[in-house]
């Protein structure tokens, strides 16, 4: 991870502390543990395994009943190792055993609407956009080559939330999204994905 | 109350910092001896491999350092590598031969380190390949070594390298030069080990099926 990435992400983790934001009306954080699985492109050039190590966190305030607005930010880590074999390349060949590694880090504007705020319980449908920190490291035996940069995210999302009592606005949270992510790195396009998530959902104030 | 809530934030903060260093899994931590190594194998195309039917090697193995012969030595993994080369070799139907004999071929081995870091093409190797084998050792006094092909070995370097380079002596009058036809270059962990060179040396020939004397290319 390089450096500017770790300050950049300790801000922005440490400003879901912040004090400021705490004292507006109705703002909750929700954490969730996600697991994602490439598709497409993504999974047929790159990674095909799917992603268990991964999470996302929101801060979201809530603008009327059902609807609320925020940051979102993420992260994923992609990896799959390939059986030895030959590459050809411009005037000879390679024998390597090929691996993948990928990060990614989406940071998104946020909104999140709530279909049943006071069920017991709340389905929701939401959206983010922003950008994407991406690395990629491709190994050839051991010997890796980088490529990394922000690319844009587009998230669209659906789930659920289960408060723990009636009317609370702490609660256990399901969901899915399909993660749209635009990559370039030779033939691949994307690093397009599936995320299922589950966590908390609590209040700040 | 407001208290616990801005503690619970700040903690949450910090364990998405922590997720972020701690959930990446690292490919290096993965691999074995056998898959760090990667087997780079260039020639020139241009050659017709089945126009040479003998061969020389030389009978010992040259440690380059950061461009620079250090000295040529003869362990058991030397000669487990010069005996492996002779053996595939022999499979592709060449006749092993003294180099007093006129070989078509010529074969040395070296055992290359950089302490250069970056993306390179091992330049500083060929560069200098008249001080690490002299063309006198072929019969080829006064000659220079020309290697129309540039590496394909643009990955970092972390260690040793081991290079099998093939010359040709057939055509060595025109120009006063020898010619590189064929490179097979070893990187990774535990190259220099006498129990693998056999295996290691193979993968390098079985990416090459046009070295042959009896093949079309």
């Known amino acids: 991870m390089k450096p500017f990435k770790i300050f950049f992400f300790t ?41 268990f190590r991964g999470w996302n966190a929101n801060l979201l305030y809530g603008i009327t009943d059902q609807l609320s607005l925020g940051l979102e930010a993420g992260f994923s880590d992609y990896y799959q190792k390939y059986p030895r074999q030959v590459y050809t390349t411009k005037g000879g060949a390679v024998s390597a055993v090929l691996s993948n590694s990928i990060q990614t880090v989406p940071v998104m504007i946020k909104g999140r609407f709530n279909l049943a705020p006071s069920g017991i319980v709340q389905p929701y449908v939401g959206a983010g956009v922003g950008g ?22 587009a998230s669209p999302e659906a789930g659920i939330a ?22 370039s790195y030779g033939d691949n396009k994307n690093l397009n994905n599936w995320g299922l998530y589950a966590g908390i959902r609590f209040p700040l104030k | 109350m407001k208290k616990n809530k801005i503690y619970l934030a700040l903690t949450a903060g ?16 993965n691999m074995t001896n056998d898959e760090s190594r990667i087997y780079i194998t260039n020639y020139d195309s241009s050659v017709l491999f089945n126009s040479f039917h003998t061969y020389s090697i030389s009978d010992s193995v040259a440690v380059v350092r950061n461009g620079a012969l250090r000295k040529r030595t003869l362990t058991a993994t030397d000669a487990a590598f010069i005996q492996a080369v002779k053996d595939n070799m022999q499979m592709r139907g060449y006749q ?29 190797y060929w560069g200098y390949y008249n001080s690490y084998w002299d063309p006198y050792y072929w019969g080829y006094g006064g ?23 093939m010359v040709d002596l057939k055509d060595a009058g025109k120009d006063k030069k020898i010619e590189g036809v064929w ?14 060179a056999a295996s290691q040396v193979k993968a390098l020939f079985d990416q090459s099926p046009y070295l042959s004397s009896n093949s079309n290319h």
């Open chain 1, 11 to 51: 801000l922005l983790c440490a400003g879901f502390g912040l004090p400021a934001l705490a004292q507006q009306q109705k703002l909750t954080m929700n954490i969730n543990y996600a697991v994602h699985m490439p598709t497409g492109n993504f999974k047929s050039n790159l990674v095909s395994k799917t992603s």
């Open chain 1, 132 to 153: 994407n920190f991406v690395s990629y490291t491709r190994y050839l035996g051991e010997f890796g080559s980088s490529k990394s940069g922000v690319y844009f995210v």
């Open chain 1, 162 to 183: 289960i408060p723990f009592r009636e009317h609370g606005a702490s609660a256990f949270t399901l969901g899915g999204r399909y993660n749209f992510m635009p990559f």
């Open chain 2, 14 to 29: 910090l364990l998405c910092i922590g997720f972020l260093g701690s959930c990446t899994k690292d490919p290096l931590k």
């Open chain 2, 96 to 124: 092993l031969v003294a180099n007093d004999e006129h070989p078509d071929l010529g074969i040395n081995i070296s055992s290359v380190f950089n302490n250069q870091t970056g993306v390179i093409s091992y330049p500083s």
């Open chain 2, 143 to 165: 000659y220079d070594y020309y290697f129309p092909y540039v590496s394909y070995a643009v990955y970092q370097i972390r260690e040793g390298a081991l290079s099998v380079d």
């Open chain 2, 183 to 196: 490179n097979g270059l070893i990187r990774g962990e535990a190259v220099f080990n006498a129990s693998t």
